[in-house]
T-cell receptor
Framework: ETGVTQTPRHLVMGMTNKKSLKCEQH?????MYWYKQSAKKPLELMFV???????ENNSVPSRFSPECPNSSHLFLHLHTLQPEDSALYLC???????????FGSGTRLTVV | GDSVTQMEGPVTLSEEAFLTINCTYT??????LFWYVQYPGEGLQLLLK?????DKGSNKGFEATYRKETTSFHLEKGSVQVSDSAVYFCALSTLASNTGKLIFGQGTTLQVKP
């Protein structure tokens, strides 16, 4: 247990489905992040939230919609995904300092 | 822009061999440097970090020294075990963005054989 909990661990969804990924931290961190990790590709930063405000969106397609209702919870809403969106989605949190991130275990998403 | 470059993998070693994974960086300002490890099926875990020049981070037998003159933060371990097989990521964080945002290298896969 790292202090950052992601659910579900595995998700299989059809291209017309709507689903959500959840991330929760009770470390008192102020910032939360979504990363996408695909096979044989570098980690891709998707979204950054600081104090519940989105401060970065790295040209992510609108079929991915983040939500941060409070500084402890982060969601990634998914709809009409494509097979190439299949990947490991990682959530992380941090303080606004140089202390690094704490990562969750990730959600393995498969789009069929 | 800021960036991190790691040596290409996979790195394959026999148990008890010496490990070096090279990492160099480009950054404006004074970055903090990190090594993360990802075991199969898991997220990334912080392995060690260094926040200023000449600092040495260490954990679980792994070490890395922040070398400002060569802009490097190479990961070393004197005697690897099969359980060290994982993907290792070098990363940096700068004050420039003030968000604590980490920039990662592409990862280096380590395979340790018995």
């Amino acid at each position: 247990e790292t202090g950052v909990t992601q659910t579900p661990r595995h998700l299989v969804m059809g291209m017309t489905n709507k689903k959500s990924l959840k991330c929760e931290q009770h470390l008192g961190h102020n910032a939360m992040y979504w990363y996408k990790q695909s096979a044989k590709k570098p980690l891709e930063l998707m979204f950054v939230y600081n104090f519940k405000e989105q401060t970065e969106n790295n040209s992510v397609p609108s079929r991915f919609s983040p939500e941060c209702p409070n500084s402890s919870h982060l969601f990634l809403h998914l709809h009409t995904l494509q097979p190439e969106d299949s990947a490991l989605y990682l959530c992380a949190s941090s303080q606004l300092t140089h202390y690094g991130y704490t990562f969750g275990s990730g959600t393995r998403l498969t789009v069929v | 822009g800021d960036s991190v470059t790691q040596m290409e993998g996979p790195v394959t070693l026999s148990e008890e061999a010496f490990l070096t994974i090279n990492c160099t960086y480009t950054a404006t300002g004074y970055p903090s440097l990190f090594w993360y490890v990802q075991y199969p099926g898991e997220g990334l875990q912080l392995l060690l970090k260094a926040t200023k020049a000449d600092d040495k981070g260490s954990n679980k037998g792994f070490e890395a020294t922040y070398r400002k003159e060569t802009t490097s933060f190479h990961l070393e371990k004197g005697s690897v075990q099969v359980s060290d097989s994982a993907v290792y990521f070098c990363a940096l964080s700068t004050l420039a963005s003030n968000t604590g945002k980490l920039i990662f290298g592409q990862g280096t896969t380590l395979q340790v054989k018995p």
